[in-house]
């Protein structure tokens, strides 16, 4: 699933079925190359973040959770991946050797694991597995 | 991959961590005043209003030259300039007098070659010179390999003889002239690819 395509999915609580929030961000571990937690575009009960390992499922038309108590601040773990350096989207693409590859235009990922499959640069797309690093300056892949 | 690169070039350019942040611009090159070789970079902050740090990039911290940026391994590579400038001294070669050991005047400086070799080793591998009338009379800019050390006052810059032979208009023909010289000169350790 596109980046694009994840943002505004509706959260669902199973044990009330009902919506209790939708998704504002996904949040990228660049060392793990995978998607380890969800923003939420409003808090709930003063939280906004959903770890990857808490969701149900990542579905085609909705994530589901067993419950909404499963929404809670950031953990300290994901300090360094929530503040601005943490988004993949409108950065430039630099390689190791420090070249610049464009600007990051969309990003895909794996709706069962997490694992960011790719990252799009124009017309071309960089396997998700180089990625290395994302900062406030720029996301940073393999050369 | 080694890639050359002028040291004009690197000018300006963004130093930024494998993990992608930006750290400080490129300010200057420093050179060792004994060898020639580069001991770093000095470093200005990030923004419009940003002025000299006084912290430098040692070669040593650099992990790649780009055609976009520098990249080093963190923000904790940085040294403090007075110890990286300590030896410095005369590195300043540009608009030095490039003369052969023979005792003819090539020209003067107008910009130095880096070589970048994988893992970030930063080597001076050779000059862009105006040329003297003992090359062409006109002026022109031409690429001067140099040997790995070589002898530098802070007036003028010793090259071998055979270098002359070597001269080269642009630095796709470069890195041959090189590897070339530094066999010839018994100097080849670190050949250009």
């Known amino acids: 699933m596109l980046f694009s395509e994840a943002a505004g999915r509706p959260v ?15 949040v990228v571990d660049p060392h793990e190359q995978r998607i380890v937690a969800l923003r939420l575009r409003h808090k709930v009960h003063g939280a906004d973040t959903l770890l990857w390992s808490d969701l149900t499922a990542f579905g085609a038309d909705a994530v589901t959770i067993a419950s909404a108590a499963r929404i809670a601040p950031p ?9 601005a350096g943490g988004h993949l989207l409108r950065k430039q693409l630099l390689t190791a050797d420090g070249d610049s590859l464009g600007t990051v235009d969309n990003a895909e990922f794996d709706i069962q694991t997490g694992e960011l ?25 393999a050369a | 991959m ?3 690169v002028r040291a004009t070039d690197v000018i300006g350019m963004p130093v930024v961590t ?40 040692p070669a040593g911290a650099v992990s790649s030259v780009g055609r976009d940026a520098v990249m080093t391994a963190g923000p904790t ?22 003369l052969t050991e023979g005792g003819t005047d090539l020209g003067a400086v107008a910009d130095v070659i880096l070589q970048v070799a994988p893992g ?3 080597d001076v591998v050779g000059y862009d010179i105006v040329a003297g009338p003992a090359l062409y009379g006109d002026g022109r800019r031409v690429l001067l390999p140099l040997p790995h050390t070589i002898a530098a006052s802070g007036e003028v810059v010793i090259v071998p003889t055979e270098s002359v032979e070597l001269v080269r208009p642009n630095l796709a023909e470069f890195g041959d002239a090189v ?9 080849g350790t670190d050949a250009v690819q």
């Open chain 1, 12 to 26: 669902v609580a199973m044990d009330e079925a009902r919506t209790v929030g939708s998704v504002a961000d996904l």
């Open chain 2, 120 to 122: 970030g080793v930063v």
């Open chain 2, 77 to 98: 590579t940085t040294v403090s300039l007075r110890d990286m400038a300590a030896r410095a001294g005369n590195g300043d070669v540009l608009g030095n007098h490039v």
């Open chain 2, 18 to 57: 494998l993990d992608g942040d930006d750290i400080a611009d490129i300010k200057d090159v420093v050179f060792d005043g004994d060898t020639g070789r580069v001991r770093g970079f000095t470093l200005n902050g990030r923004g419009l209003l940003a002025g000299p740090l006084d912290q430098g990039l």
């Open chain 2, 2 to 4: 080694t890639r050359l």
């Open chain 1, 75 to 83: 953990p300290a773990s994901l300090d360094r991946l929530t503040g």
């Open chain 1, 117 to 141: 499959t790719s990252l799009m640069v124009g017309n071309a797309t960089v396997d998700g597995e180089r990625l290395r690093g994302c900062g406030k300056f720029a996301v940073v892949v």
């Open chain 2, 179 to 187: 590897a070339t010289l530094r066999h010839e000169t018994g100097d």
